[in-house]
């Protein structure tokens, strides 16, 4: 996921200076101590950025203060600019301690588990984009690519079917669905959903869009078929599908409205959602992401309404995965949080 374009070995050593007596100050979080008249300790820190394969030294900071958190390394990056490569920008950039996880942008300095020294690895993670701009990049090729198919584009179909449109009702009404899905989710990443400052590696983005993409041409390619055969069911099918489908798209656009109505204060607050007097917020009694739950529903009627395998194939896929994203909320949930409900599933009431 992540690629090693290059290291850079940051070296930490402290500097401190005295009292009187001669004696070291005892703790790192100390920028000064009064202890009696005269007493004055300052602590500061050297910092040497060193290329971790050549270890030549790209920049050299000292007095740096105690209390500066890694993601002070953006206030370094037009050093590193100079000197290696503009590319670096902060979002490329990811430290870490010997043998543990890369270190968190709000770590400090003197906070962590080093002593009077301490080495830092520096890791290029290669080109990234934040998350508005993933989520606009998955979302927006389905859109599009369904609909190169719903108005027979030529060489997709055979050249006596181009630019004609389907008889059957239920391929205009899948059409129509699977468009309002895709802008609506294009819809609530601009206005809605509140992202954080993480970013996304390149790599991983062109496999979301293969993923989202290629099922999206698949899908179509056989809705929108000239010998497409209807729902076995008949009118009746596909309006008991499409309530499914309604509904469930209401859920879940109530479901992402209540979570970004959650205040908190403080930048660190965590709490977790409770239902509201929306009646579809009211899954939140059963489940922990409710919001899954409505997007497994939509794709489930929407199966239903096409009666097509692609479709459906989409749709376990995506529940699978969906799964493991909402056991994972719901297992933070139960740590972090000792007052959360006992009824509350992962995703489906009362099994999963």
């Known amino acids: 996921m992540e690629s090693d374009e290059g290291g850079l070995e940051w070296t930490i050593n402290t500097g401190i200076t005295t009292g009187k007596d001669g004696a070291a100050c005892p703790t790192l979080g100390d920028l000064t101590s009064d202890e009696g008249p005269g007493m004055s300790r300052t602590i ?26 890694t993601s002070d390394k953006t206030s370094m990056a037009p050093k590193l600019k100079r000197r290696r490569d503009p590319k670096w920008y902060p979002a490329r950039q990811a430290l870490r301690l010997a043998r543990r996880k890369a270190l968190r ?13 301490a080495t830092l690895y520096f890791r290029d993670l290669g080109p990234r984009l934040g998350w508005t701009m993933v989520f606009l ?10 609909l190169l198919f719903y108005v027979r584009v030529p060489y997709i179909y055979n050249h006596k079917y181009t630019f004609t449109s389907s008889s059957h009702h239920v391929v205009n009404l899948a059409c129509a669905c699977h468009s309002f899905h895709y802008i609506k989710r294009l819809f609530e990443t601009i206005f809605v959903h ?16 293969a993923y989202y993409w290629g099922f999206a041409a698949w899908l179509a390619y056989y809705i929108n078929h000239p010998l497409y055969t209807p729902p076995s069911y008949g009118d009746t099918q596909v309006n008991y599908a499409l309530i499914i489908f309604v509904l469930c798209e209401a859920g879940n656009f109530s479901i992402h409205w209540s979570l970004n109505s959650l205040k908190c204060e403080g930048p660190k ?15 939140f009694y059963f489940v922990s992401c409710p919001n899954y739950t409505y997007e497994v529903g939509a794709w489930v009627g929407l199966s239903i309404m096409t009666q097509c395998v692609p479709v459906a194939l989409f749709t376990f896929v995506g529940f699978v995965q969906m799964t493991i994203w909402a056991k994972g909320k719901h297992k933070i949930y139960t740590r972090e949080f000792k007052d959360y409900p006992n009824l509350r599933m992962s995703i489906i009431p009362f099994i999963l």
């Open 105 to 117: 942008d709000d770590d400090v300095l003197q906070n962590l588990p080093v002593g009077t020294s």
């Open 194 to 209: 509140r992202f954080s400052n993480g970013t996304m590696p390149l790599g991983a983005i062109i496999r979301n869009c």
């Open 137 to 146: 990049a998955e979302y927006i090729g389905p859109l599009l690519i369904y």
């Open 269 to 283: 607050c965590r709490r977790f959602p409770h239902p509201s007097k929306n009646p579809f917020t009211w899954l």
């Open 44 to 69: 500061f820190f050297e910092v040497e950025i060193l290329d971790s394969k050549t270890k030549e030294q790209l920049c050299f900071l000292d007095k740096v203060e105690p209390h500066s958190s």
